[in-house]
């Protein structure tokens, strides 16, 4: 199987295979894995404080923010969002209707057909893994592709998928951008998912609100105790590693099934770990500003 990966905020594509090299390394070792990475679609500058934290330039996003000050509002009021409430609750109360989103519809479609075409372009490609913003975008590709297959018949390709800190797809249907209902949003994300989240991450519950929009059958849940990062140490890697195994035979075993979409079955429960190859670099080019 190989990868699509997809680096975070202020990252790049060689940055993000310097982060993920112990991960890739040892999943390599335990299953039959390739990973190929992509830079996003805009070059940025981080915020002044952070220059040193993020390394050297050149740096970059999937997707603009509309201003440094959004930016900022958004984690800001991240972080003010209520203990008591539900995950999806929290997330509406951050991005609950369409005024509210950072992104620009036009840019978020262009950047989303963007990452299908780079899979497109690579038959091999049958899987995705992204990082905080990369997890959004591989989660929101996997959601269209599903649109497409079922609205167009154009066959689907991603058939795996891994998030580190992730954060709720974005649905894309009708020309407009939106939170899925909880309706909707219920085994949205069909395909076999391993989702690696920090019980110490301020933006928890994004995670677990992507983690409750797949299938619950096909999803592993793997908390490492950490913050908003990637794990690198040895023992979370191998428990890790575990996880990804799981869901990758799942992944294998689907292809040789007859293509169904869909819940496939509704008697086995969410399967979830807790505990505290070849790799090439493609860059994109920018589509919107």
Same mark, same amino acid.
């Given at each position: 199987?190989?990868?699509?990966?997809?680096? /975070?905020?202020?990252?790049?594509?060689?940055?993000?295979?310097?982060?993920?090299?112990?991960?890739?390394?040892?999943?390599?070792?335990?299953?039959?894995?390739?990973?190929?990475?992509?830079?996003?679609?805009?070059?940025?500058?981080?915020?002044?404080?952070?220059?040193?934290? $993020?390394?050297?330039?050149?740096?970059?996003?999937?997707?603009?923010?509309?201003?440094?000050?959004?930016?900022?509002?958004? $984690?800001?009021?991240?972080?003010? #969002?209520?203990?008591?409430?539900?995950?999806?609750?929290?997330?509406?109360?951050?991005?609950?209707?369409?005024?509210?989103?950072?992104?620009?519809?036009?840019?978020?479609?262009?950047?989303?057909?963007?990452?299908?075409?780079?899979?497109?372009?690579?038959?091999?490609?049958?899987?995705?893994? /992204?990082?905080?913003?990369?997890?959004?975008?591989?989660?929101?590709?996997?959601?269209?592709?599903?649109?497409?297959?079922?609205?167009?018949?154009?066959?689907?390709?991603?058939? #795996?998928?891994?998030?580190?800190?992730? #954060?709720?797809?974005?649905?894309?249907?009708?020309?407009?951008?939106?939170?899925?209902?909880?309706?909707?949003?219920?085994?949205?994300?069909?395909?076999?998912?391993?989702?690696?989240?920090?019980?110490?991450?301020?933006?928890?519950?994004?995670?677990?609100?992507?983690?409750?929009? #797949?299938?619950?059958?096909?999803?592993?849940?793997?908390?490492?105790?950490?913050?908003?990062?990637?794990?690198?140490?040895?023992?979370?890697?191998?428990?890790?590693?575990?996880?990804?195994?799981?869901?990758?035979?799942?992944?294998?075993?689907?292809?040789?099934?007859?293509?169904?979409? /869909?819940?496939?079955?509704?008697?086995?429960?969410?399967?979830?770990?807790?505990?505290?190859?070849?790799?090439?670099?493609?860059?994109?080019?920018?589509?919107?500003?």
């Amino acid at each position: 199987m190989k990868f699509l990966c997809l680096h /975070g905020t202020f990252g790049s594509a060689k940055k993000f295979k310097i982060q993920l090299a112990p991960f890739v390394q040892k999943t390599q070792e335990d299953s039959d894995l390739e990973f190929e990475w992509i830079s996003g679609l805009h070059e940025v500058d981080p915020p002044a404080e952070f220059e040193h934290y $993020f390394g050297e330039k050149p740096l970059y996003r999937f997707m603009p923010f509309n201003g440094i000050r959004a930016y900022d509002d958004l $984690f800001t009021k991240w972080r003010q #969002c209520t203990d008591g409430a539900s995950t999806e609750e929290n997330m509406r109360l951050l991005f609950g209707s369409e005024e509210n989103f950072l992104h620009q519809k036009a840019c978020l479609q262009e950047t989303i057909d963007a990452v299908l075409k780079a899979i497109d372009d690579d038959p091999e490609i049958d899987g995705i893994l /992204g990082y905080s913003e990369g997890a959004t975008i591989a989660a929101t590709a996997i959601l269209e592709e599903r649109r497409r297959w079922e609205e167009e018949g154009i066959p689907r390709r991603i058939n #795996c998928a891994i998030f580190f800190a992730g #954060c709720p797809a974005i649905s894309l249907k009708d020309g407009s951008i939106s939170m899925l209902s909880d309706a909707e949003a219920e085994d949205a994300i069909d395909i076999p998912t391993c989702h690696i989240v920090g019980c110490n991450d301020p933006y928890i519950d994004g995670s677990i609100t992507l983690y409750d929009m #797949c299938n619950e059958d096909k999803a592993e849940l793997f908390d490492h105790g950490q913050g908003h990062v990637i794990p690198r140490d040895p023992r979370t890697l191998e428990e890790l590693s575990v996880s990804v195994s799981r869901i990758v035979g799942m992944a294998n075993a689907n292809k040789r099934k007859p293509s169904v979409t /869909g819940s496939e079955s509704d008697a086995s429960r969410r399967s979830s770990t807790w505990s505290s190859g070849n790799s090439s670099t493609v860059e994109l080019t920018a589509i919107c500003t």
